[in-house]
């Protein structure tokens, strides 16, 4: 049935199958290889915490978005400004990675970004 579907034999279905995972496993190997696994941990360490700044709630007043708007934004720093992923420590607040002060949660639709979206 699959050979009907795809146009392509069983066994050029698997040789290819095995040369993708094959192509994988190598590629792992040889990057575990050049930088270690605990570089590859700390990557996907990093890509986790990527993923969940968006679930953490901020711990800073924001200013409330118009209505039918999400809240959007970015955490900024008052000394060093958009800097990049905040540090958060055991309480959920941001801390800024450079200086590790207490970064602000400010909201995509605040200031100039509001009069553009004609709500000032």
């Known amino acids: 049935m699959l050979e009907q579907y795809f146009g392509v034999g069983a066994k ?12 994988a496993a190598i590629v792992t ?6 930088f270690g696994f605990d570089r590859w941990q700390n990557e996907m360490q990093r890509a986790s915490d ?3 700044v968006a679930t953490v709630a901020p ?11 999400g809240m959007a934004g970015q955490y900024v720093c008052p000394r060093d400004g958009a800097v990049g ?15 590790g002060q207490v970064m602000n949660f400010h909201n995509a639709l ?3 970004m509001t009069l553009a979206a004609g709500f000032g």
């Open 110 to 112: 605040t200031g100039n």
């Open 12 to 23: 050029k279905g698997a040789g290819f199958l095995v040369l993708v995972l094959g192509t």
């Open 29 to 34: 190997g040889i990057y575990s290889g050049i």
């Open 50 to 52: 990527l993923m969940m």
């Open 59 to 69: 711990q800073a007043p924001v200013v409330p978005a118009p209505s039918g708007f």
């Open 85 to 99: 992923l905040p540090n958060f420590d055991a309480a959920g607040v941001p801390h800024c990675p450079v200086c």
